[in-house]
Structure formats: structure tokens, C-alpha cells
């Protein structure tokens, strides 16, 4: 990459300033949209094995199409051949496929004739809108109607305006709420709301934003030296044994996630940034949770074994459930370094966003294969124990591009000024 950095506080040194830098970054990038190609089913995306071929008896998924059409609409405003037709086959499948046509919204898979739908879940409805926004700023085909059609779902059947935050799940037929208030769903929402803001000039969807950020980081993760619980009831009691029984859950295993922590950490200074390039004003706990939360995760997660890397799971005590390290933790974890380091030109964020990428060139990067790795056990084995194959394009991709982009606007919106 060419472009101009985004803050003038990045030290000289600094490896965001290198131009050689930035081309790796590129190049790792353009290999990890490449390895990917591959998931595209007759509907949607689905998921990939070790060897980037689809698994045995994949089923096209919603989630990864979402994501992916996300992820192909941004790289397609870059100039980059075959992605705006990946990004134009996820929008219509999201659109056409996954889209329950009786009651509104969507389901995870395929809509089945049968009575046993899953239930409708915030935090796919909250991709379906990210998608959405940046197939929007991309100008693909169908996205303004998509993003139209799920906003009105998220914010009519998820949004509360009470407490500030999304639900989490609801039935078919948006009865039978579950008794839950989910940490982990809601800081995606964070993510997905700026994005709305910035493409639709919508600056309610910053104030929903910034409610969601304080209560579960300023109220709540704040009091508890900001490391983050994630289970809450709906009248905001914690759950501290949720999931006691499903330690290696993809979405909501028990016990704290420091990789939540440090993905919170860079989320809090990009709002920061929008409301400060939007309104000229953002509340001062901003950053200083943002530095609060980076150190928490820092602490609970990194390397207690000595062998590296950012682990997934830890109890209330901080004791590690499972020392097992995703790949999508090393991600979150050296983009909240590098939003540090551009908000505060502190050297301490440089030397933790290179010891980061060091740990994931040399671990996780899959140069005979292609792709990243997606977990590593505690001795840095390939392992399976809670995310098994490639499917996962979203994390790894936006870590090789965000690192470089101005903290605000959002993904799509900064991507679309630079290329624009």
C-alpha cells in the first residue's frame, strides 16, 4: 500500500511507517482473499477445510456469507479482479436464500420446511447489516435494498431502547425471547453501527454505539479492572457458570475472552475518532478504557506458558479454561496495538503490534497451504478443539488493511475514500 498514514503521533520508526511493511501486509492480504475464493457454493459461502478446499459435506452458511460478502465488497473498491462478483453472490444470497420470506429476518442456514428453524440471532442479523453497508458504499447490486430490509429487522426486533443494547435471540416467529443479554454480539454491533452511521449519514446509529460501549466497558467491564464478562440475563444479572459444560463454544463459551478484551480496545478508539470527526466532542473514558481494556487482555491472555500468542478462555480468577489460541484473537489483539499506537505514538503499542505479527508470521501464517491457521493448541500445534478448517476469512483479512487505515470513518467508508 501507498497511501498516506492516518496519524502524524506514529513514531518514525514505526513499522506502520515502512514502506516494505506496508507491501507484506498487501501481499499477505491479497493471498488470504485468493485462499478464500474457493468457499463460494451455489448459495452463499461455505466453509473450508486445511487444504482450502470446501469441507466434506459443507452446507452454505450465512454467517460466512455475510462476512465474505463484506469482506469481497471492500476489496473489490481496491481494484482487485473477481471480488465484486463474489460480493454481488453474497448480497443475493442474503437476500434470496437465507431470508425467512413469512416472518422477516434471517437464519444461519438454509430456511427448512420443517418446524425445527433455528432461532434468529442477533449477532448473525448484525453481520447481515455490515454486509449490507459495505456492499453499499461498494455500489453493489441489491445492497441498498438488503441493508434497507435488515436494518429494519435489527433495529425493530433487536434494538432496545431502554437498556441501550441489542437483544439476543429471538424464535421463528420473534417470539421467545431468550433470557440473555450477550456481551459478545453487542461489541460487533458497536463495529456494525458505526459502519450504518457513516453509510447512511446516520449519526443515531453513533449514539447506539457509544450507549452499548458504556455500559458494558464503562459500567461494567470498568468496575472489574476491565476484564470483560460476557453472560448477563435480561435484568442484567451475571452469569458467571453460562456455558460451564461448552468451555470450547465458538460464540459464547464460559468464563472471560481477552481477546474480546483487546477487540473492545480498538472499537472504543474508533468511536472515539467518529465522534470527534462527526460531532467535535467524545467522552475522555473513551481512551482511557481503551488503554484500560488492552492491558487487561494483555494480561489475562498472552503467553501464560511462555510459548506466545493470545489464549481463548480464562475464569473469573483469571485462571486459563482453555489455553487453546485462535487465530482471530492475534488479529483483534495487533489491531488494538496499532489504533493505540496511531491515537497515543506510544513506542510500548509498537514493539506489542511487531512481537504480534511475529508470533503470527512464524505460528500462523500457512505458507505450503495457504491461508492462516486457525488455532493453535498451547504448545503452538495446529489443533481443532474449538474452530476446525479455514473458514474464517473476516479476521485475518482486515488485520493486513486496518493497521494502515485512519481510525475514522468506518472499515467500508475509509477504504471507499482512499480508492474513491
Not at 485462571?319 to 489455553?323: A, G, H, N
Given at each position: 500500500m501507498t497511501e498516506p498514514l492516518p496519524s502524524l503521533m506514529v513514531p518514525t520508526a514505526s513499522w506502520l511507517r515502512s514502506t516494505t511493511h506496508r507491501r507484506w501486509l498487501d501481499h499477505q492480504g491479497?493471498?488470504?482473499?485468493?485462499?478464500?475464493?474457493?468457499?463460494?457454493?451455489?448459495?452463499?459461502?461455505?466453509?473450508?477445510?486445511?487444504?482450502?478446499d470446501l469441507s466434506e459435506g459443507a452446507q452454505p452458511d450465512a454467517m460466512l456469507t455475510a462476512r465474505h460478502t463484506h469482506v469481497y465488497a471492500i476489496a473489490s473498491m481496491r481494484g482487485l479482479p473477481g471480488c465484486l462478483p463474489l460480493a454481488e453472490h453474497g448480497v443475493t444470497a442474503?437476500?434470496?436464500?437465507?431470508?425467512?420470506?413469512?416472518?422477516?429476518?434471517?437464519?444461519?442456514t438454509e430456511p427448512s420446511s420443517s418446524d425445527m428453524s433455528p432461532r434468529k440471532q442477533n449477532y448473525l442479523h448484525t453481520f447481515v447489516v455490515l454486509a449490507a453497508s459495505s456492499a453499499k458504499i461498494a455500489n453493489v447490486r441489491g445492497a441498498t435494498d438488503l441493508l434497507t430490509d435488515a436494518i429494519a429487522i435489527w433495529e425493530g426486533r433487536f434494538w432496545s431502547e431502554d437498556e441501550g443494547v441489542f437483544r439476543e435471540s429471538f424464535a421463528p416467529n420473534w417470539t421467545d425471547e431468550e433470557n440473555y443479554r450477550g456481551a459478545n454480539s453487542n461489541m460487533h454491533a458497536v463495529e456494525t453501527c458505526m459502519a450504518v452511521a457513516d453509510a447512511l449519514d446516520a449519526p443515531e446509529w453513533r449514539n447506539r454505539a457509544l450507549r452499548?460501549?458504556?455500559?458494558?466497558?464503562?459500567?461494567?467491564?470498568?468496575?472489574?479492572?476491565?476484564?470483560?464478562?460476557?453472560?448477563f440475563d435480561r435484568e442484567w444479572a451475571y452469569?458467571?457458570?453460562?456455558?460451564?459444560?461448552?468451555?470450547?463454544?465458538?460464540?459464547?463459551?464460559?468464563?472471560?475472552?481477552?481477546?474480546?478484551?483487546v477487540e473492545w480496545a480498538h472499537l472504543l478508539l474508533k468511536l472515539e475518532a467518529a465522534l470527534l470527526r462527526t460531532e467535535g466532542h467524545a467522552p475522555n473514558w473513551l481512551l482511557e478504557d481503551s488503554i484500560g481494556l488492552f492491558e487487561a487482555g494483555i494480561h489475562a491472555g498472552w503467553s501464560r506458558n511462555g510459548t506466545g500468542g493470545l489464549l481463548y478462555t480464562v475464569d473469573d480468577t483469571l485462571?486459563?479454561?482453555?489455553?487453546n489460541k485462535p487465530h482471530w484473537c492475534q488479529a483483534e489483539a495487533l489491531t488494538a496495538a496499532a489504533a493505540l499506537l496511531k491515537r497515543t505514538g506510544h513506542t510500548r503499542y509498537e514493539?506489542?503490534?511487531?512481537?504480534?505479527?511475529?508470533?503470527?508470521?512464524?505460528?500462523?501464517?500457512?505458507?505450503?497451504?495457504?491461508?492462516?491457521?486457525?488455532?493453535?493448541?498451547?504448545?503452538?500445534?495446529?489443533?481443532a478443539r474449538v474452530y476446525a478448517g479455514k473458514a474464517d476469512l473476516y479476521h485475518a483479512w482486515q488485520a493486513t488493511l486496518t493497521p494502515l487505515l485512519p481510525l475514522s470513518p468506518a472499515f467500508s467508508s475509509a477504504v471507499s475514500d482512499l480508492h474513491g
Open positions: 491479497l493471498r488470504l482473499l485468493d485462499f478464500a475464493k474457493p468457499s463460494r457454493m451455489k448459495l452463499g459461502f461455505g466453509p473450508l477445510d486445511d487444504d482450502g442474503l437476500r434470496e436464500g437465507f431470508h425467512d420470506a413469512q416472518y422477516g429476518g434471517w437464519f444461519e452499548i460501549t458504556e455500559r458494558f466497558i464503562h459500567q461494567l467491564a470498568r468496575t472489574n479492572a476491565y476484564a470483560v464478562r460476557e453472560h452469569l458467571p457458570d453460562f456455558n460451564r459444560n461448552r468451555p470450547t463454544d465458538e460464540l459464547r463459551p464460559c468464563g472471560l475472552t481477552p481477546g474480546h478484551f485462571t486459563p479454561i482453555v489455553e514493539t506489542w503490534y511487531r512481537r504480534i505479527w511475529d508470533f503470527i508470521d512464524l505460528h500462523m501464517i500457512d505458507r505450503r497451504r495457504g491461508g492462516w491457521i486457525q488455532e493453535l493448541d498451547a504448545a503452538n500445534h495446529s489443533s
